[in-house]
């Protein structure tokens, strides 16, 4: 990414905190990590982190166009895909979170990880976010691969 691209991303994801100043104060000089509100830009659909690993890397495709911002919390196993804001949040299976309108999602800048947070995609800049369809398909692949994966029980 180009700088201009970084701070592109920068004013984009701190758009999305209630005092966009402070956000940027606290990436520079506090814990590096600032409560960024849902629904307004984006939503956030949250899955257990083997699944969302495996369903980046599906999407990770030269076919296929760049995946948006994907956030991994090493601390709670999760990877967070930005995807449209969607009210309805129609997102439905074991393990998956969906953050939207009165949610708050806790976030580093894009160029450097804060905490137990990183990103695998930081934004563009451009609101470039994931295709809940997509996304959607990915996870699907991704969840019929771990389940041949998953150690068969003997009881």
């Not at 592109?8 to 956000?23: I, K, M, N």
């Not at 000089?29 to 629904?39: D, Q």
């Not at 930081?122 to 691969?145: V, Y």
């Amino acid at each position: 990414m180009t700088n201009a691209m970084w701070m592109q991303g920068v004013e984009w994801l701190a758009a999305a905190a209630a005092d966009p100043r402070t956000c940027k104060w606290e990436w520079d000089h506090g814990e590096g990590v600032s409560l960024l509100e849902a629904g307004r830009f984006w939503d956030l659909l949250s899955v257990p982190d083997q699944l969302g690993l495996l369903a980046l890397d599906l999407l990770w495709r030269p076919s296929l166009p760049v995946p948006g911002p994907t956030l991994v919390d090493s601390a709670a196993h999760r990877v967070g895909f930005f995807v449209p804001p969607d009210p309805a949040g129609g997102w439905i299976g074991a393990g998956l979170r969906y953050a939207t309108k009165g949610s708050w999602v806790a976030a580093p800048p894009p160029y450097r990880a804060g905490r137990s947070l990183e990103w695998l995609v930081p934004p563009d800049g451009a609101g470039t976010l994931h295709s809940p369809g997509m996304l959607e398909l990915a996870l699907r692949e991704a969840n019929a691969t771990l389940a041949v994966l998953r150690p068969v029980s003997h009881e």
